[in-house]
């Protein structure tokens, strides 16, 4: 008998790998047929099982999962709006959407008011630029490395050629400057006859968790506020708790004129993320609603789950656990590397539960994703240096989780570092 034939699962995972090379992406099919990789079925908590009913333990999602997958209460919020009334008339006021709105806005920098909802990072990126250009933006400064997402507004702003070559001829006046170089902002800001809005991450996550000098945001603020420049704080994966902050911005005490917020803004339940804008900011929308309209953001469903997210880190604490728990692993990381003799192959990036391991060569790297995979744990690479694979793990790890993503990475790194390197 035909061995595919025999076992159900091989059968569809045969079916879905042909599903993906002739309807989905046949790159991506060579590579997850290259890295043999498996599909996923089912999660809960801090795991994702596969259809052979595999567990792994999530140190990724690219800084979605800060709640864990399916967290009861939010679920249930969206499942009870999902029965009552799941998408809105876009006529009638969204009671759903005023209360998700109220709700961000009080846990946002002081003065960060007007909430406008998006389905993904990028649209809130696309809203933020149209609304700087509203307000009499012509020029845009972002920062070399930057990541802001794939539409073609949103690439105009990110700061890695190879996406956004090909389109050169379809983007904006953006001016790209080294991350962290205040001094290079001042020189550009000073030379440009026109107002400009500067948009960048507090700490560039896809460029593999590179964070900035100390005073490097303030000084930011201060030559914004020197040049009338529009401060676009892209806290997408930074903010919301990832980094033991509510924002990374927090910690030098900055507040954007227009922030951005996604990834686990609805406690990986349901897509959703949001520009939020001053007052000042906010003005041309005031006077024209209809200049920038989204038909599916503010749906109930997503406004469900933005208010249980929101409800359950303020009365669980998440941003303090996360805190706490990013200080433990970035000890054990280190004590790991330090005892193994690993120092010199890699180096260790942290900010809360954004972790950052950078190592000598790409391929390295390659290779430590597929033997964390044998060892049943899942991370992040990073689109903007494949050098780099980081971990955005829940900040509802056990002590037991904790031992698994160690050891497994200990197993992991003795097994991908070139033989020579080894303890």
Request: proline share 4%; charged share 15%; net charge negative.
């Amino acid at each position: 008998m035909n061995s595919i034939t025999a076992n159900p699962n091989e059968a569809l995972k045969a079916k879905i790998q042909q599903q993906y090379r002739n309807h989905v992406n046949a790159g991506y099919a060579r590579l997850a047929s290259m890295m043999n990789l498996q599909i996923e079925a089912s999660s809960a908590g801090v795991y994702i099982y596969d259809i052979d009913g595999n567990r792994y333990l999530d140190a990724g999602g690219y800084g979605v999962f800060l709640l864990g997958h399916g967290h009861p209460e939010v679920l249930a919020k969206v499942s009870e709006q999902l029965h009552s009334h799941a998408m809105a008339s876009k006529l009638l006021l969204n009671p759903y959407q005023a209360a998700a709105a109220a709700a961000l806005a009080e846990v946002c920098p002081p003065g960060l008011q007007y909430v406008y909802f998006c389905s993904s990072g990028t649209e809130a990126t696309e809203a933020a630029l149209k609304l700087a250009c509203m307000n009499g933006c012509q020029a845009t400064l972002s920062t070399i490395g930057g990541y802001h997402g794939k539409t073609l507004g949103a690439l105009a702003v990110t700061g890695r050629a190879t996406y956004r070559e090909p389109f050169a001829g379809l983007l904006g006046n953006t001016h790209f400057l080294p991350f962290g170089d205040t001094q290079a902002l001042e020189q550009q800001l000073a030379s440009l006859d026109c107002r400009a809005c500067v948009i960048l991450e507090p700490i560039q996550a896809e460029a593999g968790v590179l964070i900035p000098p100390p005073g490097y945001l303030r000084r930011v603020r201060e030559l914004c506020d020197d040049h009338d420049a529009v401060l676009i704080l892209d806290e997408i994966q930074s903010g919301l708790g990832r980094t033991g902050y509510w924002w990374a911005c927090e910690r030098e005490g900055v507040v954007a004129d227009i922030m951005l917020v996604g990834k686990s803004l609805s406690g990986g339940c349901v897509p959703v993320s949001a520009m939020v804008a001053t007052a000042r900011m906010q003005e041309p929308l005031n006077r024209n609603p209809l200049m920038h309209t989204t038909t599916f953001g503010a749906n109930p469903l997503a406004m469900a789950a933005v208010q249980a997210t929101l409800q359950v880190m303020q009365r669980d604490g998440l941003v303090q656990k996360a805190r706490a728990l990013g200080e433990l692993l970035r000890g054990r990381f280190e004590q790991l590397l330090e005892q193994n003799g690993w120092t010199k192959q890699v180096q260790l990036r942290c900010a809360g539960l954004l972790l950052g391991f950078e190592f000598v060569d790409a391929s390295i790297a390659a290779n430590m994703v597929m033997a964390l995979l044998d060892q049943r744990i899942i991370v992040c690479h990073s689109l903007n240096d494949h050098r780099v694979i980081r971990l955005t793990p829940p900040a509802l790890y056990s002590e037991t989780d904790v031992e698994w993503l160690l050891d497994g990475f200990a197993v992991a790194l003795t097994s991908s570092l070139p033989t020579g390197t080894r303890p």
